[in-house]
């Protein structure tokens, strides 16, 4: 069983940054690495992805200009970088992994494991 940890979430300022880390415990044949997020009341939405072989990435409109997700594969470890911070940004944020490639995690808005998730409350 793999475990995905993030960190990093916390209250913030409408137009200010934020960075979030998640960390798997050990290796897998994960190939995507991801963050999804779940805001009250709303269903689970995709955010940022990022494919762990080859680097290339994928976001969300509502989040594309503002977020950067990066990894860092010698630490099993994916970022996600927010500024501009919005009051529609909050959320629990949850990474995600996954064997499949980018456009099915997407698109099934699913994923073979998930951390446990860290709260992002955007003050106006």
């Known amino acids: 069983q793999v475990q995905l940890v993030e960190s990093g979430g916390g209250l913030v300022q409408a137009g200010g940054s934020l960075r979030l880390s998640c960390t798997a415990s050990r290796r897998t044949f994960s190939t995507v690495m991801g963050w999804f997020r779940q805001a009250p009341g709303k269903e689970r939405e995709f955010v940022a992805a990022?494919?762990?072989?080859?680097?290339?990435?994928s976001y969300a409109d509502s989040v594309k200009g503002r977020f950067t997700i990066s990894r860092d594969n010698a630490k099993i470890t994916v970022y996600l970088q927010m500024n501009s911070l919005k009051p529609e940004d909050t959320a629990v944020y949850y990474c995600?992994?996954?064997?499949?490639?980018?456009?099915?995690?997407?698109?099934?808005?699913?994923?073979?494991?998930w951390g446990p998730g860290t709260q992002v409350p955007v003050s106006s």
């Open positions: 990022i494919d762990m072989n080859g680097g290339s990435t």
């Open positions: 995600a992994a996954d064997s499949r490639t980018i456009i099915q995690v997407i698109s099934t808005n699913q994923a073979k494991y």
